[in-house]
Every structure is written in C-alpha cells, then in structure tokens.
C-alpha cells in the first residue's frame, strides 16, 4: 500500500498525467438515458439533425470520467476528506463516441487551515487527440498531515 | 406533445419545482464505484470512521441527480441546442442513503445573440428536508424562437 499524500506534500504547479478512458456509444446512451435524457444525448436520429450532427455526450457523464481518472490517477493517494467545491467547468468540444480521453490535473493553490486541513484547487483538462474537451477548476478538502 | 419552449418565452426569476429523486444506498455505492471510487463513497467501514460518520454521495452522483430532475421537469420542454457552462456547483451537505432530493431551477439571465439563440443562467438548489445539499450555477444555450 502507498503511503497516502497529505497537503504538506503538494505543491502548487504539480502536473499528473492520467490514463485513458474511451466512451463507448452503448455507455454514452445509457449513461444520458438514466442522468440526462435529452434527444441529442440519446436518440440517433435527433442526434444526426442536430448542430452536432451526431450524438454527443452528457457532460455530465464527461465530469465523471474526469473524476473517475483523476480519483484512480491521483487522488487515491490522497488523503482527501472531501470534495468541497468546483468553480468552474467548461465543456470546450463534444466528446463523441469512440473518443479516447486522457488528460492531466494541475495543482493550482493550496491553503492551509488551523485544523490540520489544506483545501487544494486543482485545474482538470481532459482532451481527445491532443485537442482539450472539458476543464474544470475544483477545490478539495485534504488532512494537511497524518493525525497523530 | 407539449409545444417547445424557446429563449424568447424565457424571464429571469422565473421558478420552477422540481420532482423528487430517492437515493438508495446501492445506487450510491454503485455509482460512486464506477466514477468516483474513493472509500468514504464505497466502503461502510471508511466511511463511517470518516468525518461524517457513514456513506455520502459522490458530488458528481449529486450533479447527476440535479440534472436528472431538471431535463424531466424543466428542460424536456425546453429548445436546448446544448449545456453550455457550469460556473459553480456548491456541495453545501453530505447526501446520504435514503435521503429524498427535490428543489427548484430559477431563471437568472437571458442573453441573446443574433443568430437565433439565447444563453440561459440557471440557479438550481437540490433540497433535503427542506435543507439546501447543492446549489449550481449553470448556462445552457437555447434556439430563441423557432427556425422559420
């Protein structure tokens, strides 16, 4: 077992690179049916006759492809109380099927409390071919060191 | 079939109530398996040693549900071409196994462009017993009247 990264061992400017994840069809249309059922999510047909002209995915399913990256590349590591707050995500091009995302996760402050807690904000970009799809700006609660 | 609603027929302030969504504890755990697979979402005994003394839910599980209840109660209706920003999500209370989720989605501000679309910001605050959990600020891009 690895021992686990607390907030007095990152540093803003760190870079992670995480691994890959390829959105099936069948995945993103049974993803959107139970999350997001909106036509161009689930339905070919009005998928094809929309701007997108094809289906694309929920980007609610694209943030927990984020997550479940992140969470299996970093932040089981971490010694992460909780996720507190995300400031910002921008869905930049649809994510279709068939697409491989990838992408990396940015420290980009850290502030430290008088409870042993240091809530770091990370800055998530996930891409396909090289070409950026989501970015997100989150903060999480982290013990600041091990407890005794 | 319910005519579609367009940016036009939008106002800001306008509020909508939204349905109920229960949270059963294995789709809790289920979910947060496949997408965001930290221990105090997963694992009974992490989590109930944890800070909050049991299970919660995956924010992003939350995000899902928010987005559930919205596109059936308010968005179904509505001309969406796509989610366009999410510019803030607050976890304000652990959700837990059993709670029942509902809430509101109120209107913020209309923006129109002039190629036949309106950029709507939406406030939506999901509820248990009356207790806000989540609050999200987001944009989504609507056909402001229909195309001829």
Redesign the interface.
């Known amino acids: 077992m690895t021992d686990k990264i607390y907030g007095r061992d990152i540093e803003p400017g760190q870079v992670y690179q995480l691994g890959e994840y390829t959105v099936e069809k069948d995945e993103l249309v049974e993803y959107a049916r139970?999350?997001?059922?909106?036509g161009?999510h689930i339905d070919e047909d009005i998928a094809a006759a929309?701007?997108?002209g094809g289906l694309?995915a929920?980007?609610?399913h694209s943030?927990?492809?984020m997550?479940?990256l992140s969470?299996?590349g970093v932040?089981?590591n971490w010694a992460?109380?909780?996720?507190?707050?995300?400031?910002?995500?921008?869905?930049l091009r649809?994510v279709r099927p068939g697409d491989v995302i990838t992408g990396t996760v940015t420290v980009s402050e850290l502030e430290f409390d008088d409870r042993n807690r240091a809530l770091v904000r990370i800055i998530t970009e996930l891409t396909v071919d090289g070409k950026a799809v989501l970015r997100t700006d989150t903060a999480s609660l982290l013990h600041a060191a091990p407890t005794k």
Chains 1, 2 share one sequence.
Request: charged fraction near 25%.
């Open positions: 139970k999350w997001d059922p909106q161009f929309s701007p997108y694309i929920s980007g609610i943030f927990a492809i997550q479940r969470v299996i932040y089981d992460v109380i909780a996720g507190k707050e995300v400031r910002d995500i921008k869905f649809p």
